[in-house]
């Protein structure tokens, strides 16, 4: 996989965050989001790949989006025969979200970032526009925490496998009221929370990075998030569960549907038949080789946001890679004009 996006794949996320982060604080959710889908197909398409989008996100808010299906990348288009050797390049699959987190940067607050990741065909699982409950956890915890376990089970769990109180952890929980419960039993059994409004990607992924001071997330976001963190945590060996949550009800929200059987039914036609299953990360990023990369908007646990100065810009991008075993921190000089001067440091 790294031999077939080589590096273009950085400039994709940074390009998407660099046009997002023009617009960080201006109050333009929809703007903020359509500038960096543009900017990532536009980049997208300059690449030597077949590629095809299994997650484009936005279906759910009208939010601008890259269409689930849409062909991406040089050896898509009709000429393709005449610049690419079809029978030597696989055919890939891109799960995107160009602004996770636009409510993030539309109101200038941290931890929104342009993030994608990529494995040969089939190897995402396409997540319906749907929720998903999620337990993210360090890789010490993997498979000794269990999202079918209670909120203090796990808990216990994860302050045994990092040898820590579970009054020293921290769990990230996305601050809406279908959490009241899990954030009164979370304090209950002594761990710490940190509420966010918006960007459950960053919060899973730091959960495998110890450093980040973020030993868990916990709860309820959207499902296409699901799959992307996944495919960073399959790669980084952190834990990863998801399940999908196909009943308002327990979101008290009208945006999955009107009913729970009417979502069934929805599922099933996708071909989920067990819309109770409980996906682990190898299943949900299932591929022989899966790419992960993200490009900070606004600053983040994990990756700093998009700092302007006169001529340029410097960004910071999260690379990960199943192939090569690596996470590359990615520190970029943009040079658009021709600035007065480039910061070392
Ligand atoms: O915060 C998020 C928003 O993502 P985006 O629309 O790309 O800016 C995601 O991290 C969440 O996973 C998720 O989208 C959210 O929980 C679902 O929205 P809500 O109904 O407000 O909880
Ligand atoms: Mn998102
Ligand atoms: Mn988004």
Known sequence: MDNVIGLEI???????????????????KDEADSVAVEA?????NKIHMRGRIVIGEGERDDAPMLYIG????????????????????????????PCEGTNLVAYGQNGSMAVLAISEKGGLFAAPDFYMNKLAAPAAAK???????????????IS?????????????????????????????????????????????????????????????GAAPEGVISAAAMRCLGGHFQ????????VVKTGLIGESKESNIARLTAMGITDPDKIYNAEELASGE???????????????????????????E????????????????????????????K
């Not at 790419?291 to 340029?312: E, K």
Request: with cysteine; glycine share 8%.
């Open 242 to 249: 998801g399940q999908l949550i196909y009943d308002p009800a």
């Open 317 to 344: 991008s999260l690379v990960i890679s199943s192939q090569s075993k690596t996470a590359r921190f990615v520190d970029t000089i943009h040079m658009f004009d021709q600035p007065k001067s480039l910061q070392l």
């Open 40 to 44: 990532m197909r536009e980049r997208m």
């Open 160 to 220: 045994d496998c990092l040898g820590r109180s579970v009054e020293d952890l921290v769990v990230v929980v996305m601050d809406r009221p279908r959490h009241k419960d899990l954030i009164a039993e979370i304090r209950q059994a002594g761990a710490r929370v940190r509420l966010i409004s918006d960007g459950d990607v960053s919060a899973a992924i730091s959960c495998a990075f110890s450093g980040s001071n973020i030993h868990a997330l916990m709860g309820i």
């Open 70 to 97: 849409e062909e991406v990348g040089i050896c898509t288009r009709e000429d393709a025969k005449d610049v690419c050797n079809l029978d030597e390049l696989i055919e890939i699959d891109i799960a995107v979200d």
């Open 143 to 157: 498979n000794h925490v269990d999202i079918r376990k209670t909120p203090t089970e796990n808990l216990k769990i």
């Open 289 to 315: 080789t899966v790419l992960f990369a993200a490009c900070g908007i606004t600053p983040g646990t994990l990756m700093d946001g998009v700092r302007f100065f006169g001529g340029g810009a410097r960004t």
């Open 10 to 28: 950085i400039e994709v996320v940074e390009q998407a965050a660099i046009a997002s982060a023009r617009l960080m604080g201006k109050g333009l």
